[in-house]
């Protein structure tokens, strides 16, 4: 059973960072995509970064672009988000997802793509 442990969530000033965790375990595929989603109050989830394992190839949703930067440790089975220059309305819970069908690649990601999610982290950016 595929599980995913989200971590390095808080409370951080306009400007500041942070840096996601998703531990992953169980995941018996290759290669294989983690993606990184985040759920505002009152807003729908959406994708914001994927990473594939096979050849560490990354997307990024324009918001986030250049300011979010998505790796990986496969050596520990762990996908990072570092957020830099974060603004208050990146505010959210930040989830990782997998599933053995996707395939992170230029094209995005949706919350229907995934079918193994963690319980995410939730991160507030005060003004």
């Known amino acids: 059973e595929v599980q995913l442990v989200e971590s390095g969530g808080g409370l951080v000033q306009a400007g500041g960072s942070l840096r996601l965790s998703c531990a992953a375990s169980?995941?018996?595929?290759?290669?294989?995509?983690i993606g990184w989603f985040r759920q505002a109050p009152g807003k729908e989830r959406e994708g914001i970064s994927c990473?594939?394992?096979?050849?560490?190839?990354?997307y990024y949703r324009d918001s986030v672009k250049g300011r979010f930067t998505i790796s990986s440790d496969n050596a520990r089975n762990t996908v990072y988000l570092e957020m830099n220059s974060l603004k208050p309305e990146d505010t959210a819970v930040y989830y990782c997802?997998?599933?053995?069908?996707?395939?992170?690649?230029?094209?995005?990601?949706?919350?229907?793509?995934?079918?193994?999610w963690g319980r995410g982290t939730q991160v507030t950016v005060s003004s």
């Open positions: 169980g995941i018996a595929f290759e290669p294989y995509s």
């Open positions: 990473i594939r394992s096979s050849d560490g190839a990354t």
């Open positions: 997802a997998t599933d053995f069908d996707y395939y992170c690649s230029e094209s995005g990601l949706e919350e229907t793509d995934f079918s193994s």
